[in-house]
């Protein structure tokens, strides 16, 4: 069941690359900037901006799940089975199914379409989500038919998965990205509803797997800087003493990822509260005393990047922009 495939993304790993998106992820984070990759299930949506108005849509539910008035679109969500048919009917195409079931061989046969700009530019196919390991059978044969292909191949995970789950996709991973959120297990429960002993274990494995094979592997490590969670001193120190003293000798990078605002649409059109919601985007200068405190806690200094949106300062939080300074990439 796979999300979406982004094509020409650079923040997923070296050059340009092609992202297959996966639904499924075993953590809900609080800040999660793709809620739509939480469930395994596809999900019924609606963009306002396109509709029409007809209610072509109505007469063809089979579930009478939906409603439209002024306000807009209700989705009747204990009724809704993402059959997929109002989308199907609808000529504004205003509904949209989230999720759609590939086979490996079809799966490989679009993102191969991209192989010039891989070669090209030192890229390859990421996949994301969601998260791999929660469709690991799937995404390991995925990765190994790319593989076969001769195409690079990366693993974008949050690590809480059944170590055989990673068993799985390691021997066809060129590279793995692997989230670090925070280091004290309460407030990683408390954030993402579940603590992070088992997390820390899979990154181990995976450290060990990349020792014992000969053949050259890439891990990158990612923390999301999310204010009033993840964005403090004591957490990023914490994190970058753990990969010190367990992985520095197989890391080659720690990316300080912004938090990001522009999901609140995402959250609406699924019916979700998000808690950060009116959160800011942070201060440039927040990002770069944090990636200080990074590259002071034990860590290769040269490792260490920052990278998305930032505001300039706190006067104007308003005023957000993509600040190259404080990228680093």
């Known amino acids: 069941m796979i999300l979406e495939i982004v094509r020409m993304s650079t923040e997923d790993g070296p050059g340009i ?36 108005g007809c209610r072509t849509c109505l007469s063809a539910c089979p579930e009478n799940s939906l409603d439209l008035s002024e306000a807009g679109m209700t989705i009747d969500r204990n009724r809704c089975t993402a059959c997929g048919i109002c989308a199907e009917e609808c000529p504004g195409t205003a509904l949209e199914m989230l999720g759609k079931a590939w ?10 379409k991209d192989r010039a700009y891989f070669e090209t530019s030192g890229g390859g196919v990421t996949l994301s989500g969601g998260d791999p390991g929660f469709q690991s059978e799937f995404a390991g044969g995925l990765l190994k038919a790319l593989r076969e292909k001769g195409l690079h191949t990366a693993v974008d995970t949050c690590g809480y998965c059944a170590p055989e789950a990673l068993d799985r996709l390691l021997p066809y991973a060129a590279m793995v990205l692997f989230d ?15 603590a992070n002993p088992r997390i820390l274990d899979n990154l181990r ?53 912004a938090f990001n605002n522009l999901c609140r649409d995402k959250y609406r059109r699924l019916d979700l509260q998000w808690p ?3 959160a800011p985007l942070l201060e440039a200068s927040v990002m770069e005393d944090l990636a ?8 290769n200094p040269d490792i260490v990047f920052t990278s998305g949106a930032t505001r300039l300062q706190t006067e104007s939080p308003q005023r957000e922009t993509d600040d190259v300074s404080a990228q680093n990439v």
């Open 276 to 278: 950060f919601h009116d």
């Open 103 to 112: 086979t490996v061989d079809a799966l490989v046969n679009e993102v191969i």
């Open 180 to 194: 670090l959120k925070l280091m004290d297990p309460e407030a990683h429960k408390r954030f993402t509803g579940h």
């Open 17 to 52: 690359r092609t992202t297959v998106f996966f639904k499924g992820c075993a953590l809900k984070c609080a800040w999660c900037h793709n809620p739509e990759s939480i469930s395994p299930q596809p999900q019924l949506v609606w963009m306002g901006n396109r509709c029409i």
């Open 292 to 299: 200080e405190t990074a590259r002071q806690s034990g860590v």
């Open 205 to 257: 494995r995976v450290a060990d797997y990349m020792r014992s094979h000969l053949h050259p592997r890439q891990l990158w490590i990612r923390t999301p800087i999310i204010p009033g969670a993840t964005a403090s001193a004591e957490n990023i120190t914490a994190i970058g003493q753990w990969i010190s003293a367990n992985i520095n000798d197989v890391v080659t990078r720690w990316d300080l990822c």
